[in-house]
Structure formats: structure tokens, C-alpha cells
């Protein structure tokens, strides 16, 4: 049965920066692509990054490209998220996903209960 259980999140001020991590199981987390997804409340999922299994070809959404760094540990099965420079828009539940498609956005829906990021000054 495939696992993601989301951890990290937090209170934290605007500008400040917080690391997420994503501890996987189940299946083979070294063979699959992977990303962060997140939910504002009252909004849909947005994308927000994406990486192969590997971690050599990484992608970002327009909203958080030069603030956000995604990379992975295939070692310890856990795929991570480092924010900085965070604003009051980046407050949402974050949830890292499996990748189905040719796409980073093709991801399934998330399986694990998410890690909240709240912005606030």
C-alpha cells in the first residue's frame, strides 16, 4: 500500500522559510516521479513543483519558481520541499504526490493527510 506522510509545516512570517519533507512507502520510491501539491482553503489543488526520480529534471509553477527548491533522498525514501521568501499566498495545506503521467501536473490524488503552511505576520 503506498504511504506519503507529510511533515514540517508550521507557523511562520512572512519572508521566512520552512522545510517540508515527504517519508514514502510501499513502492519503489527510487523509480517514480514525484511532486508537491498544495490547498488553499476554499480552493482547488494547485501544483506547485515536480521532480524525476532521479531529481536532474525538476520543474516549478510560475507562483513559486525562485523561492521554492524541490529535491529528493532516494536513500531514505523522502522527497522535500524547501520554501523561502514566503508570503501570506503560499498559506495551504502542502501534500507531496506520485506522478502518473508524462507530466508533473499528471499526479495522483494525494494519499497522505498533508503538513499545513500558515504565513502570518
Known amino acids: 500500500e503506498v504511504q506519503l506522510v507529510e511533515s514540517g509545516g508550521g507557523l511562520v512570517q512572512p519572508g521566512g522559510s520552512l522545510r517540508l519533507s515527504c517519508t514514502a512507502s510501499?513502492?519503489?520510491?527510487?523509480?517514480?516521479?514525484m511532486s508537491w501539491v498544495r490547498q488553499a482553503p476554499g480552493k482547488e489543488l494547485e501544483w506547485v513543483a515536480g521532480i524525476n526520480n532521479l531529481g536532474r529534471y525538476i520543474e516549478y509553477a510560475d507562483s513559486v519558481k525562485g523561492r521554492f527548491i524541490i529535491s529528493r533522498d532516494n536513500a531514505k525514501n523522502t522527497l522535500y520541499l524547501q520554501m523561502n521568501s514566503l508570503v501570506t499566498e503560499d498559506t495551504a495545506m502542502y501534500y507531496c504526490?506520485?506522478?502518473?503521467?508524462?507530466?508533473?501536473?499528471?499526479?495522483?490524488?494525494?494519499r497522505g493527510q498533508g503538513t499545513q503552511v500558515t504565513v502570518s505576520s
Open positions: 510501499g513502492f519503489n520510491f527510487a523509480f517514480s516521479a
Open positions: 504526490a506520485t506522478v502518473r503521467g508524462p507530466s508533473y501536473t499528471d499526479y495522483d490524488m494525494p
